[in-house]
């Protein structure tokens, strides 16, 4: 153990097998992924997937992705597509989560996909879930890990700022690279973005050679992400602001106030990739600090900038 925290694992052989142990035996782990972190149990487990949901206070009406180590293991679960095959060629695995029919062969717990016909699939690229997937002879279930509504975790700490003793294993894999969730995209009709991420719709689209529709406006919710209240830092988050109120903290992007005591830049040199992966960090940085209200002025809504103002707009709904 190199952390004063009994329930954070450092990653190694030992700790591979043990994880393994866990999830066999229909335990749950925080797990590490390069989107965020994740809250992972055996699919195939009812009893896993309830303490996922009740950990979570999720409810459960609001489906998990079940990740996969690649196509050849998920292939029994779902029903492919022409448009999945490309998306799958060109970007997994990686930061992309498939909406798919669900095969009626599948022996995904149904609660796993909210009792739906379809089911959400990705195929994580982090080098530690990759090795605990190849090695476990099941897909994990697996949300990201926080409390329903809450930010999500992008480090082991932030996982036990979470649920503290309530789980009792947390593998160490140091900071999500990425920062956000990861793109989720409907393939069962005409492709359609339901929770944009770092892969946006432009890059989707050169690969499909087809314009997507995007959820904007209103959309009948039918992905439970796409619910006003979410990602709440649980303090106040005001968004496109222009005056600095004297006592917030304020979020922006660049390196004009830099060294001033209470503004937090998300890239000084205005690079949107960094600037998502900072986002929660960020917003956990300010909430331990103690600060009552959060400002955050406008962000390019461009590219990643689509996906980090989808963050902020329902961070803002608290
Ligand atoms: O980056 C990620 O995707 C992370 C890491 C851990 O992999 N996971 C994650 O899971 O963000 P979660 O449960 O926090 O978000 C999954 C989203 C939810 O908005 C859920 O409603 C949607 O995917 N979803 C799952 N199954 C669905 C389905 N069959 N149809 C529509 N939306 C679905
Ligand atoms: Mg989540």
Redesign the pocket.
């Known amino acids: 153990m190199e952390n004063s925290y009994s329930n954070i694992f450092t990653f190694n052989k030992k700790i591979l097998s043990k994880t393994i142990n866990i999830l066999k035996n229909s335990g749950v782990a925080g797990l590490p ?1 390069e ?4 809250l992972g149990g055996n699919a195939y487990s009812k009893s896993s997937i309830k303490k996922i949901y009740k950990l979570k206070g999720r409810p459960k009406m ?4 079940i ?1 996969y180590y690649d196509l050849k293991s998920a292939k029994k679960d779902i029903i492919t597509n022409k448009n999945f095959d490309k998306l799958y060629k060109k970007f997994c695995p990686g ?1 992309i ?1 498939f ?1 798919l029919k669900r095969n009626r062969n599948s022996k995904i717990h149904s609660i796993a ?2 009792k ?1 016909k ?3 699939i ?1 195929f ?1 690229k982090n080098k530690i879930i990759r090795s605990i997937l190849k090695k476990a002879n099941f897909p994990l279930a ?4 926080n409390k329903s509504t809450n930010v ?1 975790p992008v480090s082991s700490i932030d996982v036990f700022e979470e649920f503290n003793k309530k789980l009792k294993f947390i593998v160490d894999g140091g900071k999500s690279k990425i920062g956000i ?2 793109t ?1 995209i ?1 393939l069962t009709a005409n492709p359609k973005i ?2 944009p ?1 770092i892969i946006d719709k432009k890059k989707i689209e050169k690969v499909l050679k087809i314009k997507i529709q995007t959820n904007k406006g209103k959309i009948k919710i ?5 619910m006003k209240k979410h990602y709440s830092p649980g303090i106040p988050v005001l968004i496109n602001q222009k005056k600095y109120d004297g006592k917030s903290a304020f979020i922006y992007i660049g390196n004009k106030y830099k060294n001033k005591k209470n503004f937090f830049s998300l890239s000084k040199n205005f690079n949107l990739n960094a600037a998502a992966s900072n986002l929660y960090k960020v917003f956990r940085i300010i909430k331990r600090k103690g600060y009552k209200k959060i400002q955050i002025s406008k962000i390019p809504y461009s590219g990643v900038g689509i996906a980090i103002n989808d963050r902020i707009e329902k961070a803002s709904n608290f």
């Open positions: 992924t989107t965020v972190y994740g609001n489906p998990l992705i990740h930061p989560t909406i996909c909210a739906l379809t089911i959400a990705r994580p697996m949300p990201s890990a999500s969730e990861s989720v409907d339901l929770r991420g039918i992905s439970p992400g796409m």
